[in-house]
C-alpha cells in the first residue's frame, strides 16, 4: 500500500494549515496516510556553526526518512509575513542541507491557507517557485480562501472549493 505524508508549515497548534492538510489526506483512497506535526520533531535554529559542531540532529533525520519513505505528500503552508513559517523555513533549510532535492519528486499536493481572502497566496508563490529547485513535483497546488468560513470542524463548506481541492486530491492519487 502507499504511503502518504500530511504536514501543515506551521508550529501551532491549533494550525489550519495542518487541518487543511489532514482533510485532504483523509480524502485520498487506497493509501496509508501518515498525519506529521513540526511541533513533534526537535529541531533547533539552523545555522552553519550549529551543524559543522554537531552535525543533522536525530528528530532532522527521522523527518527526512519519512519523506524518503513516503510516496507523496500533503503539505498545507501557513503564511507568517507573506514568507514560510520560522518553524517551517527551520525545518526545511535543515532537510535542504541534508538532502538537495529536499523533496525527492514525491508528487505533491501544495496547499496553503489562511483567515483572510488570499488564503497564502504570498507564501504558495514562494513554494512554487523554489520547491521545484529541490526536486518538489507539485501536481496540483491550491489556496484556500477565508479559512474559517469555508472550513467548519470536519470539512470543506464551499462547493467550489469543495470540488477543486476534491480535484487535486485526485491529481495526487493518479499521481502515486
Known sequence: MKSIITLGGSNSKESINKRLAE???????????????????????????????????EDLKTLDQQISNSDGIVLSLAEHNGAYTAAFKNAFDWLSRMESKTWRNKPMLLLSTSPGERGGKSVMAMALDRFPRHDGNIVFSMSFPSFNENFNKDEVVNPELKAE????????????
Open 23 to 57: 482533510y485532504a489526506g483523509s480524502l485520498i483512497q487506497n493509501a496509508k496516510i501518515i498525519n506529521l506535526d513540526l511541533n513533534d520533531y526537535n529541531i533547533p535554529l539552523y545555522s552553519i556553526d550549529e551543524e559543522k559542531a554537531y552535525g543533522f540532529p
Open 165 to 176: 481541492l476534491n480535484k487535486g486530491v485526485r491529481l495526487l492519487e493518479e499521481s502515486i
